[in-house]
């Protein structure tokens, strides 16, 4: 015999209400414990894929969107730009780097991204077999693109125009998948990189019919393009989408947005600014979810209370036969306290295993979290905060039926007294 | 000298007071405490045992005197030296029989032997009952465990308080035989505080409040 089995044998005397306390008390942690494992792991995602981009350019509109599209590439493009006019911005002595993004195309809900060799770097991007795109109509694709449409080095595709799968198809030309890149854990994975002029290949095919544009011979250009080196410098007929810039110096920050969109067409956002904007949308929802969710830890809180309070009544012949028995007063009141502490224990346990649950039963069924690589099995030292902040809880709720216990009087129990 | 009592008097919230004679209890001779509902016959039991305190005079139980121990060292004293059995509600129905019994040495800080578990068991004749739930029991059943769970720290001291009211003739005389064995086995002083007629035969050592 032991305090713990005591304690145990209490619990488990009362099964539906030590059931119904544990699952208030769960449920309340597993919604906490989703909350906390989500925004933590989009945060830090969102911030990694924002990592080394100080700046997008692009076509007035929704700073918010140029962000998402151009980022994250979960939204549609504001428009696009000259390359005439993106080359003089990527000229200027504050950007230390200028990445050209040509979007419009996508294969299978993939998205075609017509950029070069810095944008994979951005993100030290590796090959797991295969090449980088070298030439027109090359790919290189990112690692769950490889797995969920099972391409291999070598398959050729049409893609489609527009963004989604069931866009019209631009069966005029076909890209080759020249290699495919290792999982890097970022927006990467989920796209197909290719040469801008391979965005605009496609388009034009499609546009103009078979007007045939093979002079990208490199010599025959006198002075090329800063971003597309294929192109003559100053090209007024070419438009890409966007530019992620990175500056030289922070002195960029301050000056470059206000440069930038003061040329009637472009506009510039900074990812860290438009992000922070977004989480604090997004967090009225977090928010809201955080109260019901501490709702249900009250009231699983004032539950346990009740329960430990109305069992305390039935017990007192019990608590009385202990102290006859030679239980101290201590003794009755740690059992007490125990019971609450078990109790909240074995919620915070279930409701922390659930959360981590709920969010592996998620990333299997819901593409989307699975694309965002959202995972359950990530393990935060915020965790170790909620068990102990509920342990704490259940001691709370056990202190007024402890003094109880503490208080009673042996002899008048015992004596039907009381 | 297992239980000595001298010039005892209490005073209840109420103000009324009772005086308690004087008296002796031995290892060898059980005894009988009688009197009318209300003529303090728990009350004494209680002050014997230490769960009531703040008496007058002195009660002396195995030459320690429990007036002058503190309230931690009365549990402890309590837990070591005295077996209690009430009149009904003293198993905890949420452990075993085997757990209620082994709560004595647990909460008296004794070795918990199982053995003896089974020995003190098997002297009310229940030892298959020993995985028993408590609520599984008959009265009759659930006093005799009360009775080897007082017996099985082998106390000095063994107050009974009404053990026998709530059963029948045939219940009682087995149980109160069974009281009168296993205290003599144990070698303890046995104090029964009842009003129920059917004991007197038993016990001819009787002392009237």
Same mark, same amino acid.
């Given at each position: 015999?032991?305090?713990?089995?005591?304690?145990?044998?209490?619990?488990?005397?009362?099964?539906?209400?030590?059931?119904?306390?544990?699952?208030?008390?769960?449920?309340?942690?597993?919604?906490?414990?989703?909350?906390?494992?989500?925004?933590?792991?989009?945060?830090?995602?969102?911030?990694?894929?924002?990592?080394?981009?100080?700046?997008?350019?692009?076509?007035?509109?929704?700073?918010?969107?140029?962000?998402?599209?151009?980022?994250?590439?979960?939204?549609?493009?504001?428009?696009?730009?000259?390359?005439?006019?993106?080359?003089?911005?990527?000229?200027?002595?504050?950007?230390?780097?200028?990445?050209?993004?040509?979007?419009?195309?996508?294969?299978?809900?993939?998205?075609?991204?017509?950029?070069?060799?810095?944008?994979?770097?951005?993100?030290?991007?590796?090959?797991?077999?295969?090449?980088?795109?070298?030439?027109?109509?090359?790919?290189?694709?990112?690692?769950?693109?490889?797995?969920?449409?099972?391409?291999?080095?070598?398959?050729?595709?049409?893609?489609?125009?527009?963004?989604?799968?069931?866009?019209?198809?631009?069966?005029?030309?076909?890209?080759?998948?020249?290699?495919?890149?290792?999982?890097?854990?970022?927006?990467?994975?989920?796209?197909?990189?290719?040469?801008?002029?391979?965005?605009?290949?496609?388009?034009?095919?499609?546009?103009?019919?078979?007007?045939?544009?093979?002079?990208?011979?490199?010599?025959?250009?006198?002075?090329?393009?800063?971003?597309?080196?294929?192109?003559?410098?100053?090209?007024?007929?070419?438009?890409?989408?966007?530019?992620?810039?990175?500056?030289?110096?922070?002195?960029?920050?301050?000056?470059?947005?206000?440069?930038?969109?003061?040329?009637?067409?472009?506009?510039?956002?900074?990812?860290?600014?438009?992000?922070?904007?977004?989480?604090?949308?997004?967090?009225?929802?977090?928010?809201?979810?955080?109260?019901?969710?501490?709702?249900?830890?009250?009231?699983?809180?004032?539950?346990?209370?009740?329960?430990?309070?109305?069992?305390?009544?039935?017990?007192?012949?019990?608590?009385?036969?202990?102290?006859?028995?030679?239980?101290?007063?201590?003794?009755?009141?740690?059992?007490?306290?125990?019971?609450?502490?078990?109790?909240?224990?074995?919620?915070?346990?279930?409701?922390?295993?659930?959360?981590?649950?709920?969010?592996?039963?998620?990333?299997?069924?819901?593409?989307?979290?699975?694309?965002?690589?959202?995972?359950?099995?990530?393990?935060?030292?915020?965790?170790?905060?909620?068990?102990?902040?509920?342990?704490?809880?259940?001691?709370?709720?056990?202190?007024?039926?402890?003094?109880?216990?503490?208080?009673?009087?042996?002899?008048?129990?015992?004596?039907?007294?009381? | 000298?297992?239980?000595?009592?001298?010039?005892?008097?209490?005073?209840?919230?109420?103000?009324?007071?009772?005086?308690?004679?004087?008296?002796?209890?031995?290892?060898?001779?059980?005894?009988? &405490?009688? /009197?009318? @509902?209300?003529?303090? %016959?728990?009350?004494?039991?209680?002050?014997?045992?230490?769960?009531?305190?703040? +008496?007058?005079?002195?009660?002396?139980?195995?030459?320690?005197?429990?007036?002058?121990?503190?309230?931690?060292?009365?549990?402890?004293?309590?837990?070591?030296?005295?077996?209690?059995?009430?009149?009904?509600?003293?198993?905890?129905?949420?452990?075993?029989?085997?757990?209620?019994?082994?709560?004595?040495?647990?909460?008296?800080?004794?070795?918990?032997?199982?053995?003896?578990?089974?020995?003190? &068991?098997? /002297?009310? @004749?229940?030892?298959? %009952?020993?995985?028993?739930?408590?609520?599984?029991?008959?009265?009759?059943?659930? +006093?005799?465990?009360?009775?080897?769970?007082?017996?099985?720290?082998?106390?000095?001291?063994?107050?009974?308080?009404?053990?026998?009211?709530?059963?029948?003739?045939?219940?009682?005389?087995?149980?109160?035989?069974?009281?009168?064995?296993?205290?003599?086995?144990?070698?303890?002083?046995?104090?029964?505080?009842?009003?129920?007629?059917?004991?007197?035969?038993?016990?001819?050592?009787?002392?009237? &409040?």
């Amino acid at each position: 015999m032991n305090l713990p089995l005591l304690v145990w044998s209490y619990l488990k005397s009362r099964p539906l209400n030590t059931a119904l306390n544990i699952v208030l008390l769960s449920l309340g942690i597993a919604v906490i414990t989703i909350l906390l494992l989500f925004n933590n792991q989009l945060q830090r995602k969102i911030t990694d894929n924002a990592k080394g981009i100080d700046l997008v350019v692009g076509a007035k509109g929704s700073p918010l969107q140029l962000i998402l599209c151009n980022i994250f590439h979960i939204d549609f493009p504001t428009g696009n730009i000259n390359l005439k006019e993106a080359e003089k911005i990527s000229k200027n002595r504050l950007v230390k780097k200028a990445i050209p993004l040509a979007l419009g195309d996508s294969y299978n809900g993939y998205r075609i991204i017509g950029t070069n060799q810095l944008y994979a770097e951005q993100y030290n991007a590796q090959l797991s077999s295969g090449a980088w795109f070298q030439k027109e109509m090359e790919v290189t694709i990112g690692s769950n693109v490889a797995n969920a449409l099972k391409l291999k080095t070598g398959d050729k595709f049409e893609s489609n125009h527009g963004l989604t799968s069931d866009g019209h198809a631009h069966d005029e030309q076909k890209f080759s998948v020249a290699g495919i890149m290792s999982h890097t854990n970022s927006v990467l994975d989920n796209l197909i990189l290719t040469q801008v002029e391979s965005v605009w290949k496609v388009h034009e095919a499609h546009g103009e019919g078979e007007k045939t544009h093979d002079d990208h011979d490199h010599d025959s250009i006198a002075n090329p393009s800063p971003l597309i080196p294929s192109v003559e410098a100053g090209d007024s007929t070419k438009e890409i989408t966007s530019m992620l810039i990175q500056y030289r110096s922070p002195m960029g920050a301050i000056q470059m947005p206000r440069w930038v969109n003061g040329q009637s067409s472009l506009q510039a956002a900074s990812p860290a600014f438009e992000t922070a904007r977004l989480f604090s949308i997004l967090g009225v929802g977090v928010d809201i979810l955080k109260a019901f969710a501490y709702v249900l830890i009250f009231i699983s809180a004032l539950s346990i209370f009740i329960a430990l309070y109305n069992s305390l009544k039935e017990r007192r012949y019990d608590l009385a036969i202990m102290r006859s028995m030679g239980a101290s007063r201590a003794r009755l009141v740690t059992a007490i306290l125990m019971e609450g502490g078990v109790l909240t224990l074995m919620g915070c346990v279930i409701g922390l295993l659930m959360g981590h649950g709920a969010l592996i039963v998620m990333g299997n069924l819901v593409e989307e979290t699975q694309k965002a690589g959202i995972s359950g099995l990530v393990f935060y030292e915020e965790e170790w905060i909620i068990l102990v902040g509920s342990l704490l809880l259940g001691t709370l709720c056990a202190i007024i039926p402890a003094i109880q216990a503490y208080r009673t009087d042996i002899s008048k129990v015992l004596a039907g007294n009381e | 000298m297992m239980i000595q009592v001298q010039q005892v008097a209490y005073s209840y919230e109420t103000g009324k007071t009772i005086s308690f004679p004087d008296f002796a209890v031995t290892g060898s001779e059980p005894c009988l &405490l009688l /009197g009318e @509902s209300g003529s303090g %016959k728990t009350t004494l039991l209680h002050l014997i045992g230490g769960l009531l305190k703040n +008496q007058q005079g002195k009660i002396v139980i195995h030459d320690t005197n429990i007036s002058q121990l503190s309230e931690t060292e009365l549990d402890k004293f309590r837990g070591k030296h005295i077996g209690f059995i009430f009149q009904k509600n003293h198993l905890i129905s949420a452990l075993s029989v085997k757990n209620n019994l082994l709560m004595a040495p647990y909460l008296s800080g004794l070795p918990q032997q199982e053995s003896r578990v089974r020995e003190v &068991l098997e /002297g009310v @004749s229940l030892q298959e %009952k020993e995985n028993a739930n408590v609520n599984a029991l008959s009265h009759g059943q659930a +006093q005799r465990v009360a009775i080897a769970r007082a017996v099985l720290n082998k106390p000095d001291v063994i107050l009974a308080d009404e053990p026998t009211s709530a059963l029948d003739d045939k219940n009682c005389m087995r149980v109160i035989d069974m009281l009168l064995a296993v205290a003599k086995q144990n070698n303890s002083a046995l104090l029964i505080a009842t009003h129920d007629q059917r004991l007197k035969s038993k016990i001819s050592r009787q002392i009237i &409040l």
